[in-house]
């Protein structure tokens, strides 16, 4: 059973097109909520850490929000360098789930 | 900006062999992680070190594997008797639990 799933698998935008991308998950025991960009051939980048449902952190044109349930990292005016892999990571005790991602191009 | 340094880049190995990944994580980190990456499939936990021991562990993180931090600054993963399916990217990350995780840019094992 999938601890992770993140939606959509890929994601086409025009430059400036502000949307969301999904993470739901089904551990017990949440520890902490992670969001990653990772580009080809790259380890994965640290972009936030959610511990608890209500909060929210930003990063330029980037916000991460969390529920019980889900986070949702929401893209405002994205850039063409904002194409990247979003790879969303769930900490339960004793493991770590990775969703497969969501692979993102902004066009020009 | 501190990085995590994983070497080599690329490490070709025949299978049964045994091969040990290094990686010197931030000097003031204190938690280590090994993590894999198969082609095309998701990042996959294998391991997690502090205070000189492993902290948690996942199901592939079996007796083929262990790691190890044999001075202040290095933290190794080895992998005995390597099999064609430990053919990944194995990344290295280190964490001060203040902030986030900070990965390495991976070492690409190929197993023939």
């Known amino acids: 059973e999938d601890q992770v799933t993140q939606s959509p698998e890929a994601l086409r935008l025009q430059e400036g097109e502000s949307s969301s991308l999904n993470c739901s998950y089904t551990?017990?025991?949440?520890?902490?909520l992670f969001w990653y960009r990772q580009d080809p051939g790259k380890g994965p980048e640290f972009l936030f850490t959610?511990?608890?449902a209500g909060e929210e952190k930003e990063k330029e044109r980037l916000k991460a929000t969390l529920t019980k349930k889900e986070s949702f990292l929401h893209i405002t005016a994205p850039k063409p360098e904002d194409s990247a892999t979003y790879l969303c990571?769930?900490?339960?005790?004793?493991?770590?789930?990775f969703g497969t991602g969501t692979s993102l191009t902004v066009i020009p | 900006e501190p990085e995590v340094t994983q070497t080599p880049s690329h490490q070709v190995t025949q299978m049964g062999q045994e091969v040990i990944l290094r990686c010197v994580p931030i000097?003031?980190?204190?938690?280590f992680y090994w993590y894999r990456q198969i082609l095309g499939q998701k990042v996959e936990f294998l391991v997690s070190f502090y205070n000189n021991e492993i902290s948690e562990k996942s199901e592939i993180f079996d007796d083929q594997f262990s790691v190890e931090r044999p001075d202040g600054s290095n933290f190794t993963l080895k992998i005995r008797s390597t099999k064609l399916e430990d053919s990944a990217m194995y990344f290295c990350?280190?964490?001060?639990?203040?902030?986030?995780?900070?990965f390495g840019s991976g070492t690409r094992l190929t197993v023939v």
């Open positions: 990571a769930v900490h339960a005790p004793n493991q770590f789930y």
């Open positions: 000097s003031n980190h204190l938690y």
């Open positions: 990350a280190s964490s001060d639990r203040n902030y986030g995780y900070t």
């Open positions: 959610l511990y608890s």
């Open positions: 551990v017990s025991g949440l520890r902490g």
